[in-house]
Structure formats: structure tokens, C-alpha cells
């Protein structure tokens, strides 16, 4: 009997045994699955998951809302469906580029489109106008983020552009420093010994361009009979001499924000028209026109063999005019003997093969005469190089014509730091100003405006007296 009752107790323990191992199996080992799960899923929406990062973009929760996205953009950018994942693909490498998190994707896209409308771009370009962004950022030691605030920063400049009398203080840190670094080098040794700063009037100003800058251009008899035979090229008769006199002339800028003003038909109703270096008409003639009776260049423009000067066939028509700069107190036999750029030889050969085409050499001398005159009535002590083209062009027409109408000297409303109409440049140099003393050249000219502001917000245009029929007093210094 004992042994019997020994047999039921060892039976009845064994089927606890095995009723405790059932019961744990089952029940939990679904508390322990769940606790896993619970741990695996907070590690996978943080993005870490055995030290391995996960990208958010791919995690399950994620995906539904992934695919709304993708929908969105593709209306936003006026893509098929099927073109779904281009979109995410591309926001996603801008995003990188510019240092941004994934969730602000869609403000790229948007930023970079608006950024093409601003510039005058087509969208295909955006990604030109980011790279250009972040450049723009590292010249003013902005960190990327603040790209933003660059923008803002250039547009209220523009807004407020020659509201005032500019100065060094009002321009970009790179453009500071550049004019500094031309300053300490001086290569043209300039010495001057005038004041600055001196509040003439505008007739005053405009006496001083009559009677102390003298435009006028080489002639053989400038230069001593026993230089080479190219001097007999030269035009016998000075160029104001061969046009005679003019009423209403039209200096056409090149820089960008000409482009959608539709002037066109205003700029070709002048006498005569003035253009600067390799500017183009065609394809632009509804903007900029088409009529070209003088073209003013400077020596680059004839040495360098990407203008092909010689075959160039826009080299063809109208009067050519080209100005090299000399040292500041150099006589012209001395500028003859040592030139910026070597520029005779090319000249000598154009003109034995066009001999019919008027092509004139400006005096350097012209250059610093005027160069003192926006020393004397700038702020400060400006940059010692020439002034540029587009100083040169308005005071020859000014001698040539009674009136001169010039176009987006002074920028309109449509500035950007584009700089030419015909070409895809970026630069904010060519608005202020880097190896010549622009912001204080516009200052003049701006003072000497005739027409109203709202001329040049509409359309950058200045209207200017000639100075032909000027009546000063008596000679100003």
C-alpha cells in the first residue's frame, strides 16, 4: 500500500511539473514577445537599432505619409505621378547640399523655385542658384543656414541701391577687401594730391567734365614720326569731328536687369545708340534694340582670342572705339610704349582689312582726368584704377550729343547679381564694383540725373544734358 501511495504522489508532481512548464510557455512567452517588440519598436523609430542608423524616411509608420508627400511635390512641380520618387530623390540631395534636415524638404524646393524667378532663371536651373547661394554665404562669412537672411540682406541693399550717396562701408565684405588690396597696390601710381569730398553742385560737376576732361581720341600726329608704320592706320579727324553733332543718344547698359523692360523700340527711336565690349542684340532686340551706331571696348576686347575679334562679325557695325589705361602721369608716347594690353597690332591688322570701318583709339590721359573729378566729389578716397567702360561711354556721348538717355547704369527694380543680359554670370562686382571705383561713379552720374526716380525704378534710366551747349562761367577746378 505504501509503495502505491509512493507512486501516486510521484505522478501527481510530475503533472504539476508539466502543468507549470505549459503554463510558462504559453502566457510568457507573449509578455516576454511583446516587451521585445515594445523595446525593438522605440529603437527603430529613433533611428538606432543595434548601433546601426536606420533612415526615418523607410521606417513602416512612415511610408503612408511618405507617399502623401511624394503626391504633393509632384503637384507642386507639375510632374506626372510616375515621377514620384525623382522628386523625394532630388529633395533629398538638396536637402544634403544645404545642410537640412529631411523634414524640410518641400522648403527647398519651394526656396530654389522662387530663387529662379527672382534671378530671371528658368527652373531647370535651380540647382545653379543654391551653388550660388552658398557661395555668396561663405564670401560673407554666413554660415549656410542663413542663406535666407543673405537673400534679404542683398535685396534690401538693392531696394534701398543709390537712395544715398554709397560707400565702401555699404559694400560686401569680399568687395571691402578687394578694394583695399587695389588700394595698397596702386599699380597705375596714382599720386593724388587733391581734396575729397567736395559738395559741388550738379552744374558745377557738369563744368568741371566740360573743361578738364578732354575726350578725344589718337590721331598720327599724337605720336612722333619715327614710330612704326601702324600709326598711319589712325583716323585723320577726331571722332567728335567725324559724327558731328546729335540730339537724343541712347546709352544701353549690358548688365541683366535690362532683360524683360521691353525698351527696345524706346532705345532704337534715338539718333544715335552706344554699346559696350561683345553686347549682343540679337535674340534681344524686344529688350535692349537693335540699332548700334557706336560701340565703345576695352583692349581686352581686341587682344583676347575668345571675342575673335578679327572674324567676329558684331565687330562689323558701327563706329568702333577701344580705350587702354596708362600710368596716371604718363604722356601718350609713354602709354604707346608699354600698353595694358598689346592691342596695336590686332588694331593695324582690323583696319587694313576693314578700311572702310570708322575705328577710333581714345587718349588715356581722358581716363584720369575724369578719374579726379569722382575722387573730388566722392566720400572717401576711392579705388586707384581707371573708371570703368560705362563712366567712359556716358561722357563721350555727353560730349557728342545734346541729350543722353542712359539705360540700367543705375539698376531698376529687376537688379539681381546677374551680370549680363546676353551671358549666364554671376556677380555682385558688377553692380558695385571691384577693380574699378563704381559705387562712386554712379553717385556722380546719379547726382547729375535729370529725370525722376521713378524712371530709374521702372526702367534704370538717367537723362543727362550734353555738354556741348553748356554755359559755365568761367573754367572750375
Same mark, same amino acid.
Request: charged share 25%; with cysteine; net charge positive.
Given at each position: 500500500?505504501?509503495?502505491?501511495?509512493?507512486?501516486?504522489?510521484?505522478?501527481?508532481?510530475?503533472?504539476?511539473?508539466?502543468?507549470?512548464?505549459?503554463?510558462?510557455?504559453?502566457?510568457?512567452?507573449?509578455?516576454?514577445?511583446?516587451?521585445?517588440?515594445?523595446?525593438?519598436?522605440?529603437?527603430?523609430?529613433?533611428?538606432?537599432?543595434?548601433?546601426?542608423?536606420?533612415?526615418?524616411?523607410?521606417?513602416? *509608420?512612415?511610408?503612408? &505619409?511618405?507617399?502623401?508627400?511624394?503626391?504633393?511635390?509632384?503637384?507642386?512641380?507639375?510632374? #506626372?505621378?510616375?515621377?514620384?520618387?525623382?522628386? @523625394?530623390?532630388?529633395?533629398?540631395?538638396?536637402?544634403?547640399?544645404?545642410?537640412?534636415?529631411?523634414?524640410?524638404?518641400?522648403?527647398?524646393?519651394?526656396?530654389?523655385?522662387?530663387?529662379?524667378?527672382?534671378?530671371?532663371?528658368?527652373?531647370? %536651373?535651380?540647382?545653379?542658384?543654391?551653388?550660388?547661394?552658398?557661395?555668396?554665404?561663405?564670401?560673407?562669412?554666413?554660415?549656410?543656414?542663413?542663406?535666407?537672411?543673405?537673400? %534679404?540682406?542683398?535685396?534690401?541693399?538693392?531696394?534701398?541701391?543709390?537712395?544715398?550717396?554709397?560707400?565702401? %562701408?555699404?559694400?560686401?565684405?569680399?568687395?571691402?577687401?578687394?578694394?583695399?588690396?587695389?588700394?595698397?597696390?596702386?599699380?597705375?601710381?596714382?599720386?593724388?594730391?587733391?581734396? !575729397?569730398?567736395?559738395?559741388?553742385?550738379?552744374?558745377?560737376?557738369?563744368?568741371?567734365?566740360?573743361?578738364? @576732361?578732354?575726350?578725344?581720341?589718337?590721331?598720327?600726329?599724337?605720336?612722333?614720326?619715327? !614710330?612704326?608704320?601702324?600709326?598711319?592706320?589712325?583716323?585723320?579727324?577726331?571722332?567728335?569731328?567725324?559724327?558731328?553733332?546729335?540730339?537724343?543718344?541712347? @546709352? @544701353?547698359?549690358?548688365?541683366?536687369?535690362?532683360?524683360?523692360?521691353?525698351?527696345?523700340?524706346?532705345? &532704337?527711336?534715338? &539718333?544715335?545708340?552706344?554699346?559696350?565690349?561683345?553686347?549682343?542684340? %540679337?535674340?534681344?532686340?524686344?529688350?535692349?534694340?537693335?540699332?548700334?551706331?557706336?560701340?565703345?571696348?576695352?583692349?581686352?576686347? !581686341?587682344?583676347?582670342?575668345?571675342?575673335?575679334?578679327? *572674324?567676329?562679325?558684331?565687330?562689323?557695325?558701327?563706329?568702333?572705339?577701344?580705350?587702354?589705361?596708362? #600710368?596716371?602721369?604718363?604722356?601718350?608716347?609713354?602709354?604707346?610704349?608699354?600698353?595694358?594690353?598689346?592691342?596695336?597690332?590686332?588694331?593695324?591688322?582690323?583696319?587694313?582689312?576693314?578700311?572702310?570701318?570708322?575705328?577710333?583709339?581714345?587718349?588715356?590721359?581722358?581716363?584720369?582726368?575724369?578719374?579726379?573729378?569722382?575722387?573730388?566729389?566722392?566720400?572717401?578716397?576711392?579705388?586707384?584704377?581707371?573708371?570703368?567702360?560705362?563712366?567712359?561711354?556716358?561722357?563721350?556721348?555727353?560730349?557728342?550729343?545734346?541729350?543722353?538717355?542712359?539705360?540700367?547704369?543705375?539698376?531698376?527694380?529687376?537688379?539681381?547679381?546677374?551680370?549680363?543680359?546676353?551671358?549666364?554670370?554671376?556677380?555682385?562686382?558688377?553692380?558695385?564694383?571691384?577693380?574699378?571705383?563704381?559705387?562712386?561713379?554712379?553717385?556722380?552720374?546719379?547726382?547729375?540725373?535729370?529725370?525722376?526716380? &521713378?524712371?530709374?525704378?521702372?526702367?534704370?534710366?538717367?537723362?543727362?544734358?550734353?555738354?556741348?551747349?553748356?554755359?559755365?562761367?568761367?573754367?572750375?577746378?
Amino acid at each position: 500500500m505504501v509503495r502505491i501511495l509512493r507512486k501516486l504522489s510521484l505522478f501527481c508532481s510530475m503533472a504539476l511539473c508539466i502543468s507549470y512548464f505549459l503554463y510558462i510557455g504559453l502566457f510568457g512567452h507573449q509578455k516576454y514577445v511583446a516587451s521585445t517588440t515594445r523595446t525593438v519598436k522605440h529603437q527603430y523609430q529613433s533611428g538606432f537599432i543595434w548601433g546601426n542608423e536606420i533612415s526615418n524616411a523607410s521606417s513602416p *509608420e512612415r511610408s503612408t &505619409d511618405h507617399v502623401t508627400e511624394e503626391q504633393k511635390e509632384a503637384q507642386k512641380n507639375n510632374l #506626372p505621378t510616375s515621377k514620384l520618387s525623382n522628386i @523625394v530623390t532630388y529633395k533629398q540631395k538638396e536637402a544634403q547640399k544645404n545642410n537640412l534636415p529631411t523634414s524640410k524638404l518641400s522648403n527647398i524646393v519651394t526656396y530654389k523655385q522662387k530663387e529662379a524667378q527672382k534671378n530671371n532663371l528658368p527652373t531647370s %536651373k535651380l540647382s545653379n542658384i543654391v551653388t550660388y547661394k552658398k557661395k555668396e554665404a561663405q564670401k560673407n562669412n554666413l554660415p549656410t543656414s542663413k542663406l535666407s537672411n543673405t537673400v %534679404k540682406s542683398l535685396k534690401y541693399n538693392r531696394t534701398k541701391l543709390w537712395e544715398k550717396e554709397m560707400n565702401s %562701408k555699404d559694400l560686401i565684405e569680399r568687395l571691402q577687401k578687394q578694394r583695399s588690396n587695389y588700394r595698397g597696390l596702386n599699380r597705375y601710381k596714382v599720386k593724388y594730391k587733391g581734396k !575729397v569730398s567736395q559738395q559741388h553742385s550738379p552744374h558745377e560737376i557738369l563744368c568741371q567734365l566740360k573743361h578738364r @576732361v578732354n575726350i578725344t581720341t589718337l590721331k598720327s600726329s599724337d605720336l612722333p614720326d619715327n !614710330v612704326s608704320s601702324w600709326s598711319q592706320c589712325l583716323p585723320n579727324k577726331d571722332i567728335r569731328e567725324a559724327v558731328g553733332k546729335l540730339k537724343r543718344c541712347a @546709352v @544701353v547698359s549690358s548688365a541683366a536687369s535690362i532683360r524683360g523692360s521691353r525698351l527696345g523700340q524706346e532705345i &532704337d527711336s534715338h &539718333d544715335a545708340v552706344l554699346r559696350f565690349n561683345a553686347a549682343l542684340t %540679337k535674340q534681344f532686340e524686344v529688350d535692349v534694340g537693335s540699332k548700334t551706331t557706336l560701340r565703345l571696348m576695352n583692349s581686352q576686347i !581686341v587682344t583676347q582670342k575668345e571675342f575673335h575679334f578679327l *572674324e567676329n562679325s558684331l565687330f562689323k557695325d558701327g563706329i568702333l572705339i577701344v580705350w587702354d589705361p596708362s #600710368p596716371y602721369n604718363a604722356d601718350t608716347y609713354q602709354w604707346y610704349k608699354k600698353p595694358e594690353f598689346k592691342f596695336f597690332g590686332p588694331y593695324q591688322e582690323y583696319r587694313l582689312a576693314n578700311p572702310n570701318q570708322p575705328f577710333y583709339i581714345l587718349k588715356p590721359q581722358s581716363l584720369w582726368q575724369m578719374w579726379e573729378i569722382i575722387q573730388e566729389n566722392s566720400p572717401e578716397l576711392i579705388h586707384p584704377n581707371p573708371p570703368s567702360s560705362g563712366s567712359i561711354g556716358i561722357l563721350l556721348m555727353m560730349n557728342l550729343c545734346d541729350e543722353v538717355n542712359v539705360y540700367e547704369f543705375l539698376p531698376s527694380s529687376r537688379q539681381s547679381d546677374r551680370c549680363y543680359y546676353f551671358r549666364e554670370f554671376f556677380d555682385a562686382a558688377c553692380t558695385y564694383g571691384a577693380y574699378h571705383p563704381l559705387i562712386y561713379e554712379k553717385n556722380l552720374i546719379k547726382k547729375l540725373n535729370q529725370g525722376t526716380n &521713378d524712371d530709374i525704378v521702372k526702367n534704370g534710366k538717367i537723362t543727362l544734358p550734353g555738354l556741348r551747349n553748356l554755359e559755365c562761367e568761367t573754367p572750375t577746378r
